[in-house]
């Protein structure tokens, strides 16, 4: 802590990232606002919870006051708002497909409101074409690129080294060990825990060269670097991709799902009603073709004009320099937290492993929630602690044992054991990174007084 220098200050001269810092944390929302500390005073808030998901651009809600007045029903409207507003929805699939350089004939985009959600309707429509029945999916996956898996197909879980970090020999292994019969390999882009980024053109031309396909959950990916679908020739080709809005400054409720009409002509939607209908008499069901198809109901076209604005705001601030100010972000904040010898970091550091701009962490002696709890109430800083919705993942790194996760499943009073979370986004700064360790540090020094005066006012863990 001694050495830290003002990394801000210093910056500025030599490159100009407080410049950039200044210049993005202008484009969002709320990034200002006041925020209550335990003591009655308020302060600037500070978000580290970008991963859970993000405050809007200001081009977004500004986007949303102008298009509002012409908003109207999309598709079947006849009126010049109904024209404008169904021109606005399916524009923004190809503005979509471009960001991520998918290609313009074969795949479609199809919104849905989430990550999650795009997950369980791409397996919902595997499993009814599937002659394979497995799916091999990663020990390190967030539970939505896990459990929809579950009901449907037989899952492999691809292993993962000490670190967490994904084991391609055991992908490889376990492609010929099932092959002919791996229906798709799904992995996360990046994980929300370790912020690790997973080689995903290798994973998807290894899965190529055994006669499967790849999904890569995009979710922490696709906001914080550039990502390329590449041609559908290319053996590192993504066959299939998805990602959400409320990640990427645009929080309502938009998510897509990106592939190959083709998967999608023949069998049934998940949804069904209007919408997305031809023809239906009591005799038979007409549907639409794909991306209509999947999209039943009346559509978000607010949240695809949200989404439209977010993406044309990260793609004119350009994908590589948001990605290299997060990482140099990142970077300074793991080294800032390596200096509190109580806290331990659950991955691996090196500052040339691929990473977002997220990284858990755990204290000596401090439980994540009353931690996280701490750091709100002193400084105005969020993060979130717990599993991430990635059990069997922090899990493994905790190295939980099958009796250890047992015991817990049985006794709910219990507090299972967890690691706090911090996530940034393009908008966080050195300063904020500097305030955040000198906290930590603080409570590192004097856990016991932190523990007493937050575990009252808790009441008793
Ligand atoms: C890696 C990953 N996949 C999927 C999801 C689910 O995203 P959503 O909540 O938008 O469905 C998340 C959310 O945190 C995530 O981090």
Redesign the pocket.
């Known amino acids: 802590m001694k050495n830290r220098k003002n990394k801000e200050r210093q910056e500025m001269g030599e490159c100009g990232a407080m410049n950039v810092s200044t210049e993005l944390r202008k484009l969002v929302l709320g990034v200002d606002e006041k925020v209550p500390l335990a003591n009655g005073k308020y302060v600037t808030g500070i978000n580290f919870d970008n991963?859970?998901t993000t405050p809007p651009f200001i081009s977004v809600m500004e986007e949303i006051m102008d298009f509002a007045p012409w908003y109207s029903s999309i598709h079947r409207g006849t009126g010049y708002k109904s024209r404008l507003s169904s021109k606005l929805y399916e524009d923004g699939r190809k503005i979509i497909k471009d960001f991520v350089n998918a290609d313009e004939y074969r795949d479609i985009v199809i919104y849905t409101k989430?990550?999650?959600?795009s997950?369980n309707i791409l397996c919902h429509r595997l499993a009814q074409e599937s002659k394979q029945h497995i799916v091999l999916s990663t020990e390190m996956?967030?539970l939505?690129?896990d459990l929809p898996w579950r009901e449907k197909f037989q899952v492999e879980y691809v292993g993962i080294t000490e670190e967490g970090q994904l084991s391609l020999y055991d992908l490889e292994k376990k492609l010929l060990k099932y092959a002919g019969k791996v229906k798709l390999v799904t992995v996360?882009g990046?994980?929300?825990v370790t912020g690790y980024i997973n080689p995903i053109y290798e994973i998807a031309a290894l899965a190529h060269q055994y006669g499967t396909q790849i999904l890569v959950?995009g979710?922490?990916l696709v906001p914080h670097a550039p990502i390329d679908m590449k041609p559908y020739d290319a053996m590192d080709h993504i066959d299939y991709l998805v990602f959400?809005a409320?990640?990427m400054y645009a929080p309502f409720g938009i998510?897509v799902l990106i592939g190959h009409k083709k998967t999608f002509v023949k069998g049934e939607p998940v949804y069904k009603g209007g919408g997305n209908v031809r023809l239906v008499s009591h005799q038979f069901v007409e549907l639409e073709d794909p991306p209509a198809k999947e999209e039943s109901g009346t559509p978000n076209v607010i949240g695809v004009a949200a989404f439209v604005r977010g993406i044309k705001t990260l793609g004119s601030i350009g994908m590589n320099r948001i990605h290299q100010y997060e990482s140099d972000l990142i970077r300074y904040a793991i080294e800032g937290l390596q200096e509190i010898p109580e806290i331990k970091l659950y991955c691996n550091c090196d500052k040339n492993e691929k990473r977002v701009s997220l990284i858990s962490f755990a204290m000596q002696g401090m439980p994540h929630d009353l931690l996280a709890q701490i750091l709100s109430c002193e400084a105005g800083i969020g993060v979130r602690s717990g599993l991430?919705?990635?059990h069997p993942y922090v899990e493994k790194l905790l190295k939980m044992s099958t009796e250890d996760l047992e015991y817990f499943h049985h006794h709910h009073d219990v507090p299972v054991p967890g690691l706090v979370r911090i996530s940034l986004g393009l908008y966080n700064n050195y300063h904020e990174i500097d305030l955040l360790v000198k906290l930590l540090a603080e409570i590192a020094e004097n856990k016991h007084y932190y523990k007493q005066k937050y575990r009252q006012m808790k009441g008793s863990r």
């Open positions: 991963a859970a989430s990550t999650t959600e997950i996956e967030h939505a690129n996360t990046a994980s929300n959950d979710a922490q959400s409320h990640k998510g991430f919705c990635a």
